[in-house]
């Protein structure tokens, strides 16, 4: 691929990361006036965002095999159109079921395109220039979530809610435009897509996600039931992949124990992200007493933050390991998190906005050399499936952190929000355990990264 090609090929890529991050922000930040909108309590609300992530982490794997298998082009475009389709659903929505339905064709349209971006970008860049591609990206969804909050804001200020999701059409089928012309075709595998194991796949996220929704809002009679799902779809799919060379949830990738760490540290630090993304709007509305046109420009600071630090961070991994990169980070995110919780009603704009540097800096210096381990770290040939571990690393992590929120708000309605930031306070520090332990001499014996 030549340098004009190749950079068409990245525009085309960004413009779709850009396109479905930002939905994930604007949605978040505005879920309280769309349940002000469409008169529901905030944990319905809350259901909007469940659903998007049950739709997308139960479609993403089968949906990074086909990738491997007809191509990472081929997936990324329809990504594309379907994303457009769902957004075209959520923005004519007048209740909460169409507007759930809408979400869900979303998802998958997310899934199509966070499945692939990963890939995509591997194959874009040479093995040494690899984390600063990955840092493009991470830069990139940093600029889009940075974005997202601000813009929620003005949107619900001049118009309504459905106005979030309307120009996102327009805005997927001019990425789908620009991916036609500048992403080649790339390698495909000669093997097989296997049907039965890419629905079992899908039955078992969509079960997890489901159950973990179902304990979010209390509802223990569903909890046993998608729990009962998940344990029987999930010892199906081991008995059917686990000694396949390429299985659609990469057990050949776990084997390898630096990715198997990243990928958990990449849940429990998502997981803070999704939490403190959904609890932020409303703390900053029910208890510092900020309305919504101005809460989404107070959030600000954490994704700017965030896209910055996806620049230098790169930089700092070439001399530091990203191991104890992420130890640090995550660390900071804890004590960022935990400063939160000491604000008040008379607290200024700036105390709110240090606190949120804080939590921008310590998630950046994590973000994105984590994801230069966990690709590198799985061969050329498997980037499909590692592009679909990292992508469900995230998405699971987020759909944990909006659950956890859920539950706390259900059971305790006072202090609800602010017991959800503790705990991801807690979760912060566990994923910092994680990172740290990657340097630990065992684990380094049994499998380094590989380019």
Same mark, same amino acid.
């Given at each position: 691929?030549n340098a004009?090609?190749n950079?068409?090929?990245?525009?085309?890529?960004?413009l779709?990361?850009?396109?479905?991050?930002?939905d994930?922000?604007?949605?978040s930040?505005a879920?309280p006036?769309?349940?002000?909108?469409?008169e529901?309590?905030?944990a319905?609300?809350i259901?909007?965002v469940?659903?998007y992530?049950v739709?997308?982490?139960?479609?993403?794997?089968p949906?990074?095999?086909?990738?491997?298998?007809h191509g990472?082009r081929r997936?990324?475009?329809?990504?594309?159109?379907?994303?457009?389709?769902?957004?075209l659903?959520?923005?004519?929505?007048?209740?909460?079921p169409?507007?759930?339905?809408?979400r869900?064709?979303?998802?998958i349209g997310?899934a199509?395109v966070?499945?692939t971006?990963?890939?995509?970008?591997r194959?874009a860049y040479?093995?040494?220039?690899?984390?600063?591609?990955?840092?493009?990206?991470?830069?990139?969804v940093?600029?889009?979530?940075s974005?997202?909050?601000?813009?929620a804001?003005?949107?619900?200020?001049?118009?309504?809610?459905?106005?979030?999701?309307?120009?996102?059409?327009?805005l997927?089928?001019l990425?789908?435009?620009l991916a036609?012309?500048?992403l080649?075709?790339?390698t495909?595998?000669?093997?097989?897509f296997?049907?039965?194991?890419?629905?079992?796949?899908? @039955? #078992?996220?969509?079960?997890?996600?489901?159950? &973990?929704?179902a %304990? !979010?809002? =209390?509802?223990?009679?569903s *909890? +046993? /039931?998608?729990?009962?799902?998940?344990?029987?779809?999930?010892?199906?799919l081991?008995?059917?992949?686990?000694h396949?060379?390429?299985?659609i949830?990469?057990f050949d990738?776990?084997?390898?124990? @630096? #990715?198997?760490?990243?990928?958990?540290?990449? &849940?429990?630090? %998502? !997981?803070? =992200?999704?939490?403190?993304? *959904? +609890? /932020?709007?409303?703390?900053?509305?029910?208890?510092?007493?900020?309305?919504?046109?101005?809460?989404?420009?107070?959030?600000?600071?954490?994704?700017v933050?965030?896209a910055?630090?996806a620049?230098v961070?790169?930089?700092?991994?070439?001399?530091i390991?990203?191991?104890?990169?992420g130890c640090?980070?995550l660390?900071?995110? +804890?004590v960022?998190?935990?400063?939160?919780?000491?604000?008040s009603?008379?607290?200024?704009?700036?105390d709110i906005?240090?606190r949120?540097v804080?939590?921008?800096?310590?998630?950046?210096?994590?973000?994105?050399?984590n994801m230069?381990?966990?690709?590198?770290?799985?061969?050329?040939e498997?980037?499909g499936?590692?592009s679909?571990i990292l992508?469900t690393?995230?998405?699971?992590?987020?759909?944990?952190?909006?659950a956890?929120?859920?539950?706390?708000?259900?059971?305790?309605?006072d202090?609800?929000?602010?017991?959800?930031?503790w705990i991801?306070?807690?979760?912060?520090?566990?994923?910092?355990a994680?990172?740290?332990?990657?340097?630990?001499?065992f684990?380094?014996?049994?499998?380094?990264?590989?380019?």
């Open positions: 691929m004009s090609a950079s068409k090929a990245i525009t085309a890529i960004l779709g990361v850009v396109i479905v991050t930002m994930i922000s604007l949605t930040t879920l006036s769309i349940a002000a909108a469409l529901v309590s905030a319905s609300a259901s909007i469940n659903i992530y739709a997308v982490v139960a479609s993403l794997l949906l990074a095999a086909l990738g491997e298998i990472h997936i990324f475009l329809i990504g594309l159109a379907v994303f457009a389709l769902g957004s659903i959520c923005g004519l929505s007048g209740s909460l169409m507007l759930k339905a809408g869900a064709v979303l998802g997310t199509a966070s499945a971006t990963p890939a995509l970008i194959s040479p093995p040494q220039r690899l984390g600063r591609g990955l840092g493009l990206y991470a830069m990139i940093g600029i889009a979530f974005i997202g909050p601000t813009l804001s003005s949107v619900l200020t001049f118009t309504g809610w459905n106005w979030l999701f309307l120009p996102n059409v327009p997927a089928l990425a789908f435009t036609t012309k500048g080649n075709h790339g495909r595998s000669n093997r097989s296997d049907t039965a194991s890419a629905l079992l796949c899908g @039955v #078992f996220f969509a079960a997890l996600l489901s159950c &973990i929704s %304990f !979010a809002h =209390q509802a223990w009679s *909890v +046993a /039931l998608t729990l009962t799902i998940c344990s029987l779809s999930g010892i199906g081991i008995r059917r992949e686990l396949k060379p390429a299985p949830f990469a990738l776990f084997r390898i124990p @630096v #990715f198997s760490l990243s990928s958990a540290t990449a &849940i429990c630090s %998502f !997981a803070v =992200q999704g939490l403190a993304f *959904v +609890a /932020l709007p409303f703390l900053l509305q029910t208890r510092l007493g900020y309305d919504q046109s101005n809460a989404g420009f107070v959030i600000t600071p954490w994704p933050t965030l910055i630090m620049v961070a790169p930089r700092l991994e070439l001399r390991p990203a191991a104890i990169l640090i980070g660390v900071t995110l +804890a960022g998190l935990a400063s939160i919780t000491t604000l009603s008379d607290s200024s704009i700036l906005g240090l949120l804080v939590c921008g800096i310590g998630f950046g210096l994590f973000q994105a050399p230069t381990v966990l690709m590198s770290s799985a061969p050329s498997r980037s499936g590692a679909g992508a690393s995230r998405l699971l992590g987020q759909a944990i952190g909006a956890i929120v859920a539950f706390s708000i259900a059971a305790w309605p202090d609800g929000i602010l017991i959800a930031v991801g306070v807690m979760t912060a520090m566990g994923g910092s994680l990172s740290l332990l990657r340097i630990a001499p684990i380094r014996r049994a499998g380094t990264p590989r380019n």
